[in-house]
């Protein structure tokens, strides 16, 4: 369980929080969708969650392990998959998955056959040796995700895993999750696509602001919003429709 | 250490396969080595193999100069030519057509051998009876100043050997009259030796060497201070450039600070193998150059 407390951040220099008081609690086996706009706050949020970014104030604690106090087990509990591709171009899928999962503390015949498995899952055997430059945005963003999930974590955040992917890398990529899910992983997602989400995700969290501003089932989200045919009602409905460009 | 092996892996995958980086980085040590040796084979060439040209303007025509003259040309290290005047080797030096400029001022040898018989005999007539022969007169000269013009950037340590050669070279000349000034005065006959002359204290330069000849390093070999703290500079730039570029991958924030953190030491999984093949880079094409090659031996 995720229990999220009264959590801030401000950056240095800037005028306004991009989380302020945040109070989130998301269960084991969840597939959490974090939604907002633009710089709403979802990746500031995402990135103090997986310890990537220290609170300004508050708390958090996964599976009962607090932020403070037990940084390095909290780290073995997650994993994350960044929305940019974290990957070496040069090395092939199958030497990129080998080194993040020596990095990981795997080795040996276990660490290639957990290799091998999630490759056949994502359909990408037969490009196991071929050289990450040479792959589409789907199958890079395939990689990508096995990349983070070779050491099973506990809790896998999504920063936009299907952004610039085809239909049919996008559909594989979230039966994975699904199948992750199934087998116990905690899912925390966050994406502009809200028809994927909505039936994607068991619950979801509009923020905006820095703060939350609706959450629950996204079927129930629909059904209490006047005139929401579906989530991207309710989302418009409770951030608006004004554009929220900022550089 | 199975983490370590890892990445040193990685590395050297990464290495092999950008060929364009890695030519890069073995053109640029090799560059740097071409560059810095060929400069400092210009010095080291004026010191070993080419006599240094000097200007010498001899306004005394006499015994002092050409001994003077005949010194430094036996010194084999000088390739002296003359000038006419006191100006014209001053703006010679000034232009850097020459180093140095030594100037003899006029009647430096008929004035010293008057200065040291005057003192020979003033010597001589303190041990002799006779009151007549004490010289009642002596002539009042002034002192004589060997002018020297350096160029001005010529180096401290070369302007004081320099110095120190040129006087000596004068003290001998004047012990030397002195002698003959004392021989003159004791006895009528000249082939009559009374003073040995020779030098009683030598020098003997000896350089060791399991050699028959001293071995003396080239400039690549003696610029290795040099080229090894550019090397250590072009380990810390691609080791820079791959920060910078895992940074933006957002790699630096996994690695230093998500799960991964626990198995491993960013600096020593990362850092160590990117510096280490980053040095061996460096090291080995600016060894093979320096020493599998004799450009400037």
């Not at chain 1, 104030?57 to 591709?85: A, M, R, W």
């Not at chain 1, 660490?111 to 050289?131: C, I, Q």
């Not at chain 2, 005065?185 to 060497?209: A, G, N, R």
């Amino acid at each position: 369980m995720i229990q999220i407390n009264e959590l801030s951040k401000k950056y240095k220099g800037a005028d306004d929080f991009s989380v302020r008081d945040l109070n989130l609690t998301i269960e084991n086996g969840e597939i959490f969708g974090l939604l907002g706009p633009n710089g709403a706050g979802k990746t500031t949020l995402i990135s103090m969650l997986s310890s990537l970014l220290k609170p300004t104030s508050g708390h958090f604690t996964i599976d009962g392990l607090n932020y403070k106090d037990n940084k390095n087990q909290l780290k073995q509990l997650i994993g994350i998959v960044p929305q940019e591709y974290a990957l070496y171009p040069s090395l092939t899928a199958y030497e990129n998955l080998m080194y993040f999962g020596s990095m990981y503390g795997l080795k040996g015949q276990s660490l290639k056959d957990d290799v091998n498995t999630h490759l056949e899952a994502m359909g990408l055997a037969k490009f196991a040796h071929k050289k990450i430059d040479a792959f589409s945005g789907g199958m890079k963003r395939r990689i990508n995700l096995i990349s983070s999930i070779l050491h099973n974590p506990k809790v896998l955040f999504l920063d936009e895993p299907t952004v610039g992917v085809d239909v049919q890398s996008k559909n594989v990529i979230m039966a994975h999750l699904k199948e992750l899910n199934i087998a116990g992983t905690t899912i925390i997602y966050t994406s502009h696509h809200l028809n994927e989400a909505e039936k994607f995700c068991t619950r979801v969290g509009i923020i905006d602001h820095g703060t939350l501003i609706c959450l629950g089932k996204p079927q129930e989200l629909i059904a209490q919003e006047e005139n929401a045919e579906n989530l991207e009602g309710v989302f418009l409905a409770k951030t608006g429709k004004a554009l929220r460009d900022h550089a | 250490m199975h983490k370590l092996w890892a990445s040193t892996y990685k590395e050297f995958l990464l290495v092999t396969r950008d060929l364009g980086g890695l030519a890069v980085l073995f053109l640029m040590p090799l560059l740097l080595v071409i560059v810095i040796t060929t400069i400092q084979d210009n010095s080291f060439k004026s010191i070993k193999e080419t006599k240094l040209p000097i200007l010498l303007v001899d306004m005394d025509k006499g015994k002092v100069s050409e001994d003077i003259l005949k010194s430094l040309a036996d010194s084999k290290l000088f390739q002296v030519d003359m000038a006419a005047s006191d100006e014209e080797a001053k703006q010679q030096v000034l232009k850097g057509d020459y180093q140095l400029a030594i100037v003899i001022p006029e009647n430096l040898s008929s004035d010293l051998q008057i200065k040291i018989n005057e003192n020979v005999d003033g010597i001589l007539s303190k041990f002799s009876d006779n009151e007549e022969s004490i010289p009642e007169v002596k002539s009042k000269m002034m002192p004589k100043e060997v002018k020297l013009y350096f160029d001005p950037a010529t180096q401290q340590s070369f302007k004081s050997s320099v110095r120190n050669n040129i006087d000596k070279m004068i003290s001998k000349i004047e012990t030397e009259t002195i002698y003959t000034a004392f021989q003159e005065q004791l006895t009528d006959d000249p082939s009559e030796d009374i003073f040995e002359t020779e030098k009683f204290i030598t020098f003997t330069e000896i350089v060791p060497s399991k050699y028959k000849e001293a071995l003396i390093p080239n400039s690549t070999q003696h610029n290795i201070p040099a080229w090894t703290l550019f090397a250590i500079f072009f380990i810390i730039l691609p080791l820079a450039i791959n920060m910078v570029k895992e940074k933006n991958r957002y790699f630096c924030a996994l690695k230093n600070k998500s799960c991964l953190i626990r198995y491993s030491s960013w600096w020593k999984d990362y850092c160590i193998p990117s510096g280490f093949f980053s040095a061996i880079r460096t090291y080995v094409s600016g060894w093979n150059f320096s020493l599998s090659t004799n450009w400037f031996t």
